[in-house]
């Protein structure tokens, strides 16, 4: 479920408060049929960001994705709560080189499309946030996706690109039949809703408020963010149980899960996750979502995720992250003293050369991260005070902070790119700089009370089937 925002945000002056397309990074470029220059732009890395030759692969294919191309068809994405366009792959299948024939019947069937062609291979998301509709940013996936690197996270979170498009194109192939296509049985009341406002702004971009949140300066394009998100979603086990109903209610529940108990006790690593499992069963959803049995491995690496997502989302604002977790699963072993993975084909032993031995770990995925980067968002990591009550921390993550938190207050190479590659404005750039340095104060005081023990590092738990404590300078480590 996501935030209805209200209609009064249109009428504070866009130009001074709002993002814009202004963005910074190296771009590809595409014409489309009405001659209109589209963008594609990889945004510029973050100082001292830990990237894989995958992510810059990544980033590459979606710059090369051509959407007026034969062998792509686009379609409106008319699940969900948000509205946004799927991008597919037609080179094989029943609607190979007929484009038009795809879109015009492939389409309707929502989510099922995928099965009409060679494969999804992204989706192309914008802001929208007007009455009515559900709550997206479309930087927010470009923030998470950056500073994800610079965190070197153990949490997974997709590859994003900023993207531009045709107005007139995106308004006769995507909005006119997303309009058509949703609502009913086809989706839900925001995401028809959104199709509507969608429409509206293609044909009159000052319909939309503040404009630049959602168009060029020149307004002859939208423009968001080209991902994609594989994974499948967690259950009560990690979304947690949810029954408090949306904001502060179901941002509780979550802090009720096993893996977030145990980040919330003082005792031992050993001993912490034993008092998760535990408490954490004590609800009958979660037990069942849980299941009969989960390794302290798993819920290891589930601390460690859990800890970067509540920082990230901290720093960011993020307002809509309960329920909107996924995972992959992988098989782990240990093989000559060092921990190996591979990504798993079915959820069962013996997954073909994979150790009988191997233990399979759900690894987690954030992939929707489009509700976080606005002043205007509910801050529920803050409010609901998720960073006060974790007992234990990765001294890598906490190093990170610290170093972040000092070159943002100090205006260093972090802090100009932050203000020159995503086009915020400067009270987003602001909200970025003080919940960095709240949350740095936050963990520095626990730190300094005693109450933050440095033992979260799932690799070496699971290679010792143990851990250790660190220690390190609160303020300077």
């Known amino acids: ?39 594609c ?57 007929n484009r038009s024939e795809f879109e015009r019947n492939a389409c309707k069937e929502g989510k099922a499309a995928k099965d009409l062609a060679k494969d999804r291979v992204a989706k192309f998301k914008s802001t929208m946030n007007q009455k009515g509709t559900s709550g997206t940013f479309s930087t927010s996936s470009l923030l998470y996706y950056h500073f994800s690197r610079y965190f070197d996270t153990t949490v997974k979170i997709p590859v994003a690109v ?89 941002n509780r529940d979550f802090q009720e899960t096993p893996a977030f108990l145990a980040l919330r006790s003082s005792k031992p690593m050993p001993e912490a996750i034993a008092e ?75 997954d073909g050369d994979v150790p009988a031995d191997a233990l399979l770990i759900r690894r987690s995925n954030l992939n929707d991260n489009d509700a976080g980067g606005r002043v205007e968002y509910a801050n529920f990591a803050k409010s609901t005070q998720m960073l006060e009550k974790i007992r234990h921390f990765s001294p890598s993550t906490y190093r990170r902070l610290v170093a972040l938190n000092s070159d943002l207050q100090t205006q260093g190479p972090i802090h100009d790119w932050l203000s020159q590659s995503f086009g915020l404005s400067d009270s987003q750039i602001a909200q970025v700089v003080k919940n960095t340095a709240l949350a740095t104060s936050i963990l520095q005081s626990n730190c300094s009370n005693g109450d933050l023990m440095f033992d979260l590092d799932p690799v070496a738990f699971f290679l010792r089937n143990d851990t250790e404590v660190g220690a390190l300078d609160c303020n300077d480590p």
């Open 276 to 350: 998760g499992v535990k408490e954490g069963r004590k609800d009958r959803m979660i037990n069942k979502d849980l299941g009969p049995d989960v390794s302290d491995q798993q819920m290891t690496f589930w601390m460690q995720e859990l800890t970067e997502i509540v920082l990230l989302d901290f720093i960011f604002s993020q307002q809509d992250r309960v329920g909107n977790i996924d995972f992959t699963p992988y098989w782990y072993w240990v093989e000559d003293g060092k921990l190996k993975h591979k990504k798993a084909k079915h959820h069962e032993p013996n």
């Open 1 to 39: 479920m996501r935030f209805n925002l209200l209609g009064s945000l249109a009428f504070i002056a866009p130009t001074a408060l709002w993002a814009s397309d202004d963005v910074l990074g190296e771009a590809t470029t595409f014409e489309s049929p009405n001659g209109v220059t589209e963008r």
């Open 41 to 97: 732009i990889r945004i510029e890395k973050v100082p001292t960001g830990a990237y894989q030759k995958s992510d810059l692969e990544e980033e590459t294919a979606y710059c090369e994705i051509d959407f007026y191309a034969s062998e792509i068809a686009i379609c409106p994405k008319t699940w969900s709560t948000s509205p946004g366009m799927a991008v597919y792959d037609i080179s094989e299948g029943p609607y190979t080189g």
């Open 162 to 250: 900023w993207r531009s498009m045709d107005t007139q194109a995106h308004f006769s192939e995507v909005a006119e039949p997303g309009l058509a296509i949703s609502g009913g049985s086809h989706g839900g009341r925001m995401n028809h809703e959104g199709w509507r406002v969608f429409a509206a702004a293609d044909a009159d971009p000052a319909s939309y408020q503040p404009t630049d949140d959602l168009f060029t300066s020149d307004r002859t394009q939208i423009y968001g963010v080209l991902l994609d998100s594989p994974g499948h979603r967690y259950g009560s086990e990690i979304n947690g149980t949810r029954k408090s109903g949306w904001g502060k209610g179901q």
